[in-house]
């Protein structure tokens, strides 16, 4: 489920894999795992079931969002709702919050950021970007602002710089931008959750996956009655 991050845990800690490059290898870089702040999308109406699913499963403050969930676990506990939280969509885990009034001051408080924290030279990324700004009106821009920021900051401090690879990254980072407000987060879960042991069969029109679950759920449905 977290194959996209490769998020792996060494002594309490959440570490991004490092890779060998051609003259050396990054220094194993941490986070704290323990106490992860983590963000589960879903679709609109069924946050209250999805809160559920997340108590059930060990999350730690719930708190019901917009069209989201946030809650409090560790490494184990996010790999255990991308593979158990029926109706979340995508697993994010938020790593950088600030404002920006315009495209210069993002570009450089995304530069400033220390990112061999989060991946190497040697590993792929991609950003997918959400945009709801009178400020920034472009989504796609706004992902490109920022890839510019990540590789420039490797270049400069390392002399090398990582590549971009849209269809499967080692590493993938999510953008939001409400107004002015800037939040950055690793996607733990790639592909959309509802994806996950994709359709063998389907008829004309499927319904999806995540939301079947959520009207199961609203209609307490037990799995055994017809």
């Not at 999350?59 to 790999?79: S, T």
């Not at 109706?87 to 570009?107: D, G, H, R």
Request: net charge positive; hydrophobic share 35%.
């Amino acid at each position: 489920p977290c194959h996209s991050a490769k998020i792996t845990k060494i002594d309490g800690k959440l570490s991004l894999s490092t890779v060998n490059y051609s003259t050396k290898s990054l220094p194993l870089q941490t986070m704290d795992t323990e106490n992860l702040q983590i963000q589960i999308k879903t679709f609109f109406g069924l946050e209250p079931i999805l809160a559920e699913e997340i108590k059930k499963l060990g999350g730690r403050n719930v708190e019901i969002k917009n069209r989201a969930v946030n809650c409090v676990g560790d490494l184990g506990f996010l790999y255990k709702i991308n593979y158990s939280a029926r109706t979340a969509v995508k697993i994010l885990v938020p790593i950088l919050e600030f404002k920006a009034f315009n495209e210069q001051k993002f570009y450089e408080k995304i530069y400033r950021t220390n990112w061999s924290t989060f991946m190497s030279i040697g590993q792929t990324f991609a950003i997918d970007a959400t945009v709801h700004s009178e400020k920034f009106t472009h989504s796609q821009f706004m992902a490109l602002k920022m890839k510019d920021a990540i590789v420039d900051y490797f270049k400069d401090k390392f002399g090398k710089r990582p590549s971009v690879d849209a269809k499967n990254p080692d590493i993938k980072f999510h953008l939001h931008i409400d107004r002015d407000f800037v939040t950055i987060s690793l996607d733990s879960s790639g592909e959309p959750l509802f994806k996950r042991g994709y359709r063998r069969e389907q008829g004309q029109a499927p319904l999806n996956e995540v939301l079947a679950s959520g009207m199961l759920q609203i209609a307490g449905w037990d799995g055994k009655g017809n």
